[in-house]
Each structure stands twice: as structure tokens, then as C-alpha cells.
């Protein structure tokens, strides 16, 4: 009988060690996954629960002192709020940001982690990409922000466009707020462009390249004076925002219907004629080859916006002071189209654990004039803040070493008041990837036109079947 | 009835413990296999995906073979010529790009590697680097062929340019073959190691003695292989082809990470069946249902290339014998019959 009971035991205990084994390890890999590619945040991550457990027997209330989740898919959101926490100094305690890594992962990440409002990692905030932000603030999984305290005198300095965009369409309340502004500009080689060109100025330079009719020949141009060493662009995708926002429709209306606008193909045209008669240094947007472009004369200028002035070009420029890699030898002006590139959201998710906390953060980032005059003023981003832009603008903040002298403020001013977002719609992202790659097969030749553009309705239709293609 | 019982109460039953032992198994398996098989089949016969305009989720509402009509047939109703059947076109086309010379690499290595009369040098070391390329993770063998063969200054451009091959630098990853069949020698790099060393056991595993004794009758190597090696490595074959159809059909890592969207690649051409699936389901509209419609394709798919891979490899010997065997016995029987008959 003992014997018995003992091996009845033994199994048991077996059994149940397997069990909790496996449950564990399912538990614990989430986590250890996301530490993986972020070897910046890792430091944060690990200070973060040693500091919550001494705090936990202070506070009563559950809710306080659960961890506070900010998901992102880079560094950058960590970075800026930073100056909030040195604003609010103890706030930071409890926040845990979750960098994600890879853009392209991240919304499958975020709709599976909304889908479990009751975990543990559940996001509090979560940041937003143009791409796919109206695909959040249209739904019940955000929350408007006159929920977390913050009132219209708050978004009095914002950009229109800022707002628009995060504004839910089915009861037109704010479900987003952004830091910073995107109005995007040609950037360009000063040295370059007179060697090659005899341009001496921006507005000189801008009169070259008005139109994509005069863009197409300033390239053939720079192509023909440098003997082949110089392209006007890296890589063909790099005109894509530029006509990405410029469509006349957005890709689905409210009705859900598909359009396809002459912007359209008028960019497919021109991505064709850069492909076919050599243009472009043809690389991939963002490779290795695209990034280390501005640190030598192979390429002659790039379509980007604020930050990609920061975290692009001058990050691969080669030099960190005038007068190393080409460092000063750039300009801007406003290239064929005015346009809008990128940006990053924040907003509260429907579940959000503290809703003071989260208006707190979302207040201190994106509304608070001194906190952004000081971020923008330190880190050079074009922050959401008109006031802001315009005393450092007016103090002489502007004019960056970078740029030769240029006042990057007052290029970007103008355009930023005047951003138009009709044609953004929640599909964006997925649709232009189904564009780009039938645009490569159009472009090298493998697909005539009117197959490309079939092939490219119907993966739309294949994507969405609830919406309706002609 | 009272008194067997109580017997039974004596002897401890061991046997019984057994199943406590493998229970762990068969509840991981129902919960984490058997379920989310039954449920992927049910939901191939439900309309489930997220409308994008408001994120909202729509299903899973059953539908009949809806899903399975748009994976079977194209808008314009024409059969197969769906995205379904040309990433599963795709994937078997570079299967079998690098199951054929793999296999055939690795029973060359694996017959040279066993030959008591070749006895080749450092054969350790050797088998070691032919092992080497599985030990690395996809990931990073993708990221070094994206770099190798990069335009248009990877190194293998750069080589061919100035050799004199190339006139200019070729882009690799424009190409649905080149792309294809770098695809292809990646699987095949990393994969003949872990087939040769199967084969190599299977080798082992016939008799020496009859290696000898077919060498004593005057067999040349040729013949030892065709005659005596290959019919008694079929079981070992028969492993390594069904396994290799199951993990080729089920192709992901490498063509989902060498080519830069990661949606393969030019146009489609390398998205294999189950880059399609993930597609589907977590992209887009995330249509649960039409994927898991795909995935039952596969399902099926995989069934058949089985099947049919056992059949072929089955042992025609033995069904002849078996047979004669049998007919032997029936032929004894209608005589003994016969012969009672005639008694009587």
C-alpha cells in the first residue's frame, strides 16, 4: 500500500512539475523576446522592477503599482520622453517601455497584445506610425483624449494636420497626439550642386527642379556633368512620399472603395524613367548602399522631412563638424511637390491602467510649450508646437551648421502649416507595399503598365476582401 | 468474484503508472496540437477577418467552402491560378532545386564516407564542416547571402564585374530565378550535412558481409552501389525523402528573410505556401479564414506527396514474396482439400 501511494505520488509530482515547466517557459519567452533587439531600452527594463517593488508597500492603490506599458518600435519615443520625466521626476518609476525593434512586426505585435486586455503586458500607450494610425483611432481600442484630462486649450499650438489625423471618423473626437511635425523637403549637395549644376542657392535650386518634368532632366543632367559618378537620387523609392502624398484620394474612402489616382501613375512613370535610363544609384531605401550615400559624391540629394534631416543625413554623413565628410554641404528646398513623410502618435489604449498618468505623459510630450521649446532646441527635432518653433525660429536656433547657416525652422514653417492628410487613409501601409512591388516589376521591365497596375488592384482586393475594387 | 479481487489488491499493478507517465504528453498534445488542428479546419469553413476601416473583427460566421473557392480559383474563375497555388508552385519548385542535388550530394558523401576501401583522410573534420551551416540560424545565413550577392557593390557583383563575367552589376534579387535558386543552395548548403549523416547511418547499418561477399563475387564499386547499398538503404531513403517533403512544403525562414520586404520577392515569385499563410492571417485584413483554408491545402498536399513517396518506395520484393507466399499456402490448401476430398 505504500508503496502504492508512494509511486502514485511520485507521478503525480511528475506530472505536475512538467506541466508548470512548460508554463513557465511559455510565460517567461514572451519577455525575452522583446529584450532581444533592444539593447538600448534593456537598461530601463532592468532598473525598472527593482525600483516598483520598493515603492509597492507605500502605495494602496492595485492600479499604481502596476507596471505602466509604453510600447514603440524604436528608441526614439523613450528618448523624447525623457524630458517629461525630468519634468515630473518620480513619474518614471513605474513606466516600462517596450521597444518592439522592427517597425514591421510592431502592429502584429500591438493587435495581439490589445486583443488580452487582462494581461499583465497589456499596452497603457502606444505609439503610432502615419502608416497605419487611423487604423487605431477609428476603433474602440483607443481612448479619446479628453478622457485623459487634455482639453482644446492644450492642442491650441498643434499643426492642424496632427489632429486630423488622429481624429476617430465615425464621432470626430482626438484619440492621438503627436510631438512632432513632418513637412518634408529636397535635401541637397551645396558643393555638388554648383560643380554640377552651377546652382549657388536654394531658390535657384528649387527653380531647377519645380516640376517632375524638370526634375527628370536636372537628373539627366547631373548624370552627364559628373561622367556617370553622380545620380540626383539613391534609391527609385525615394520620390514615393513625395507622390504618396500628394494623391487626390485617399487609397479607400469611407465607402470602402478603392481608388487609384493619375498621381499614381504619373509615379509609376517616373519611377520607370529613373529605372530605365539610369538616374538613380538604384538601390534599396534604407540598405546598407542608400545609407551611405550622403558621405560621399555618389548621390546628389534626398527627399526627406525633419527628422529624416537628423536621423538620416546627418547620422550618415560622415563628420560630426564642419568640415568633416560633408558635413555643411547640404541645403534644402522644396522639391516638386510639397509633402509629408512620416511622424509618430501617441495615444491611450482602451484598457489604460491610469488614465492620469498616461495625460500626464501625453500632456508633458506634446503640449507643454517649455518642455518642447527645450526638447527641440536639444535634440533639433521640428517639434508640434508653433510657439515653440517660432521663439527658437526668432532666437536664431534655427540656422544649423549642418545646413550651412540655413534656418532649417523657417524652411520647414511654411510647409508644415500647410500639410493636407485627405489622402491618408488606414490602409496606407499595406497598399503601398502591394504598389511596390508591382512598381519594381514595372519598372525593370518584367510587367508592361496596364499588368502591373491589374496585378497591383487585385492584391488589394486579395488583402481586403471587404473592400471594393473596380 | 470477492476473493480474485482482493488477490489483485495485493500485487502492485506498475502498469497502470504508465499511462500517469505519458499523460503529459497526450493533454500537451490535445491542447496544444489537436485543438488548434480541429479549430484551423473549422475555421476554413468561416468568414473571419478584420474590416480595417474601424479594426473591427468580422466571424468567425460559417460559410461554407467560400474560402476554399477563392483559394482554388482566381476572381476571373479560372482554376489554380490563384496566389495560393503559385506560392505552393513556388515552394515545391525550390524544393525540389535543392532536395535533388542534396540528396544526391549526400548519398555520394555518405558512400564515400563508409567505403572500407577508399578510407578517406580526417573524415572527422570533414563531416564536421559539411555539418557546419545547420548549426547557424537561418537569420544569420540570410543576412550574409543578402550582403553577398547585394547591388550593387556585394561582394559576388564585385567578383563577376571583375572578372570580366559581368559587363555591370547584376541585381540578384530582380530575378525570380537568381533569387530562387539562391533561395535553393541556401536550403540545400544547410541541409546535406543532416542528410548525409543519416544516409552515412543507414549505410552503417547494412551488413559489412555483404559488401564483402558481393566484392568476393567480382561486383565493382558500381555495381555494390546500384545492387547491394540503395535497396537496403530504402527505408533510410524513405525517411529522409518524407521528411524532407514535409519540411521542404513548409519552407519560411530563408525566403522570408533574404528578400528585402520579406513578401517574397520579385513579384512574388519566392513566397513560399507558408509566407502566404502568415501573410493572410496577420496582415492586411487578417483573414483567419481564408488562411486556415490555405493551411488545410497544405495539409492535404503534404498527405498526398507522402503517400504517394511511400508508395513509390515501398518493397516491391517483399509484396512479391508475401504474394507468392500466399499463393503457396492456397495452392496447399486446395491440394490438402483436394486430397481430402478424393480420401473421402
Known amino acids: 500500500m505504500k508503496k502504492k501511494l508512494l509511486s502514485a505520488l511520485l507521478s503525480v509530482a511528475m506530472v505536475a512539475s512538467l506541466l508548470v515547466g512548460c508554463g513557465g517557459s511559455a510565460e517567461t519567452e514572451a519577455p525575452a523576446a522583446e529584450t532581444k533587439e533592444e539593447a538600448p531600452a534593456a537598461e530601463t527594463k532592468e532598473e ?61 505585435k500591438i493587435d495581439q497584445l490589445l486583443q488580452t486586455p487582462d494581461a499583465e503586458d497589456y499596452p497603457d500607450l502606444i505609439a503610432f506610425e ?207 511637390a510639397p509633402y509629408y513623410w512620416g511622424g509618430t502618435w501617441l495615444g491611450a489604449t482602451a484598457g489604460c491602467s491610469d488614465l492620469e498618468l498616461a495625460g500626464l505623459l501625453m500632456k508633458g510630450l506634446c503640449c507643454d510649450t517649455e518642455i518642447m521649446t527645450k526638447m527641440s532646441e536639444e535634440t533639433l527635432d521640428y517639434v508640434n508646437n508653433k510657439t515653440a518653433m517660432k521663439t527658437l525660429s526668432d532666437a536664431g536656433k534655427g540656422a544649423y551648421d549642418f545646413l550651412g547657416g540655413q534656418d532649417f525652422i523657417s524652411v520647414f514653417s511654411p510647409l508644415a502649416d500647410n500639410v493636407d492628410v485627405s489622402w491618408m487613409s488606414a490602409y496606407d501601409q499595406k497598399v503601398n507595399e502591394l504598389l511596390e512591388t508591382q512598381l519594381t516589376a514595372y519598372s525593370t521591365g518584367e510587367k508592361d503598365k496596364e499588368t502591373a497596375i491589374a496585378d497591383f488592384k487585385a492584391a488589394v482586393a486579395e488583402a481586403y476582401p471587404s473592400v471594393t475594387v473596380e | 468474484m470477492a476473493k480474485t479481487a482482493n488477490k489483485k489488491q495485493k500485487t502492485v499493478e506498475y502498469g497502470r503508472y504508465g499511462y500517469f507517465f505519458i499523460a503529459p504528453f497526450f493533454i500537451i498534445f490535445a491542447v496544444f496540437q489537436l485543438w488548434p488542428l480541429i479549430y484551423t479546419i473549422g475555421l476554413a469553413f468561416c468568414e473571419q477577418y478584420t474590416d480595417t476601416m474601424f479594426n473591427t473583427v468580422v466571424g468567425p460566421t460559417f460559410n461554407g467552402v467560400e474560402n476554399f473557392k477563392t483559394v482554388f480559383m482566381s476572381r476571373d474563375g479560372v482554376l489554380f491560378d490563384t496566389y495560393t497555388f503559385h506560392s505552393l508552385w513556388n515552394t515545391v519548385i525550390m524544393w525540389l532545386m535543392n532536395f ?53 557593390n556585394g561582394p559576388i557583383n564585385q567578383v563577376l564585374v571583375s572578372m570580366g563575367i559581368l559587363d555591370e552589376p547584376f541585381r540578384f534579387f530582380n530575378d525570380k530565378w537568381a533569387t530562387r535558386g539562391i533561395i535553393s543552395f541556401i536550403n540545400f548548403w544547410m541541409w546535406y550535412g543532416n542528410t548525409m549523416i543519416v544516409l552515412t547511418a543507414g549505410v552503417l547499418g547494412i551488413s559489412p558481409s555483404l559488401f564483402e561477399a558481393a566484392r568476393v563475387d567480382g561486383a565493382n564499386s558500381g555495381q555494390i552501389f546500384r545492387q547491394v547499398t540503395l535497396p537496403l538503404l530504402r527505408p533510410i531513403m ?45 496582415t492586411g485584413a487578417k483573414q483567419m479564414g481564408k488562411a486556415s483554408a490555405t493551411s488545410v491545402v497544405l495539409f492535404v498536399v503534404t498527405l498526398i506527396v507522402s503517400l504517394v513517396m511511400f508508395y513509390i518506395m515501398r518493397d516491391k520484393d517483399a509484396i512479391k514474396e508475401k504474394k507468392q507466399i500466399k499463393a503457396a499456402q492456397k495452392a496447399l490448401a486446395e491440394k490438402q482439400a483436394a486430397a481430402g476430398k478424393g480420401a473421402n
Open chain 2, 238 to 282: 524513405l525517411f529522409t525523402l518524407v521528411n524532407s517533403a514535409i519540411g521542404g512544403l513548409q519552407m519560411y525562414d530563408i525566403p522570408k528573410l533574404l528578400t528585402t520586404s520579406g513578401y517574397g520577392d520579385p513579384d512574388y515569385t519566392t513566397r513560399t505556401i507558408t509566407m502566404y499563410m502568415r501573410e493572410l492571417a496577420f
Open chain 2, 100 to 152: 535533388v542535388p542534396q540528396i544526391l550530394l549526400a548519398l555520394l558523401l555518405a558512400v564515400w564516407f563508409t567505403d572500407t576501401r577508399v578510407k578517406m583522410k580526417a573524415q572527422g573534420a570533414y563531416k564536421m564542416l559539411t555539418f557546419m551551416p545547420n548549426i547557424i540560424t537561418a537569420a544569420t545565413i540570410s543576412v550574409l547571402f543578402y550582403s553577398l550577392f547585394n547591388y550593387p
Open chain 1, 48 to 108: 525598472a522592477p527593482a525600483e516598483t517593488k520598493e515603492e509597492a508597500p507605500a502605495e494602496d492603490a492595485a492600479a499604481s503599482t502596476d507596471k505602466f506599458y509604453i510600447y514603440s518600435w524604436n528608441t526614439e519615443l523613450g528618448d523624447r520622453l525623457q524630458y517629461v520625466y525630468d519634468a515630473n521626476p518620480g513619474v518614471q518609476d513605474r513606466i516600462e517601455y517596450v521597444n518592439v525593434g522592427d517597425s514591421s512586426v510592431y502592429q502584429e
Open chain 1, 130 to 336: 502615419a502608416g497605419y494610425i487611423m487604423k487605431y483611432t477609428n476603433s474602440d481600442y483607443t481612448l479619446p483624449v479628453t478622457d485623459l484630462g487634455i482639453t482644446d486649450a492644450d492642442l491650441a499650438e498643434m499643426y492642424p494636420y496632427t489632429l486630423t489625423i488622429a481624429t476617430d471618423k465615425r464621432d470626430g473626437s482626438l484619440k492621438g497626439l503627436s510631438w512632432q511635425s513632418c513637412p518634408g523637403s529636397f535635401m541637397y549637395r551645396t558643393d555638388l550642386a554648383e560643380s554640377l549644376l552651377g546652382v549657388t542657392s536654394p531658390e535657384e535650386m528649387q527653380a531647377k527642379i519645380s516640376t517632375w518634368d524638370d526634375f527628370i532632366a536636372t537628373a539627366k543632367e547631373i548624370k552627364e556633368a559628373s561622367g556617370d559618378a553622380t545620380r540626383i537620387l539613391s534609391s527609385n523609392g525615394d520620390v514615393t512620399n513625395v507622390f504618396m502624398s500628394n494623391k487626390t484620394d485617399p487609397w479607400v474612402d469611407d465607402a470602402g472603395v478603392f481608388h487609384m489616382d493619375d498621381q499614381m501613375v504619373q509615379y509609376m512613370d517616373v519611377v520607370k524613367t529613373l529605372e530605365s535610363e539610369d538616374l538613380t544609384q538604384k538601390t534599396a531605401t534604407w540598405s546598407e548602399e542608400w545609407n551611405a550615400g550622403p558621405s560621399n559624391d555618389s548621390v546628389f540629394g534626398y527627399f526627406g522631412c525633419t527628422w529624416f534631416l537628423h536621423w538620416t543625413i546627418k547620422a550618415n554623413c560622415g563628420g560630426a563638424a564642419v568640415g568633416e565628410g560633408t558635413y555643411g554641404l547640404w541645403n534644402m528646398c522644396q522639391g516638386p
